[in-house]
């Protein structure tokens, strides 16, 4: 069983920056993509950034040029270096990753959630 766990969530004036961190752990397992997913208070998940093995990312347009996806693969961990943020940008942001068990079974995981709070 694979499960991620996030860290860097808080509360950050507009302008300030934060970063996010994620760790897959468990047993016999490979990570293919990494991303990190938002729900803004009241609204529906929505995609962030994402970043492949090979370090291939594609951001939502409303985070391009602000904040950077990155990943560690020999740590299982990606980032989210968060700069220049907006009140529009507080959320609770779910780290994402697509797995594969020692038998070949795809699996989706998901963190549980970091809470990011942009004050104005």
């Known amino acids: 069983q694979v499960q991620l766990v996030e860290s860097g969530g808080g509360l950050v004036q507009a302008g300030g920056s934060l970063r996010l961190s994620c760790i897959a752990s468990?047993?016999?397992?490979?990570?293919?993509?990494m991303g990190w997913y938002r729900q803004p208070p009241g609204k529906g998940r929505e995609l962030v950034a994402i970043?492949?093995?090979?370090?291939?990312?594609n951001y939502a347009d409303s985070v391009k040029g602000r904040f950077t996806i990155s990943r560690d693969n020999a740590k299982n961990t990606v980032y989210l270096q968060m700069n220049s943020l907006k009140p529009e940008d507080t959320a609770v942001y779910y780290c994402?990753?697509?797995?594969?068990?020692?038998?070949?079974?795809?699996?989706?995981?998901w963190g549980q959630g970091t809470l990011v709070t942009v004050s104005s």
């Open positions: 970043i492949s093995v090979g370090s291939r990312t």
């Open positions: 468990g047993s016999r397992f490979r990570v293919n993509d």
């Open positions: 994402n990753a697509q797995t594969v068990s020692s038998t070949y079974k795809a699996l989706e995981v």
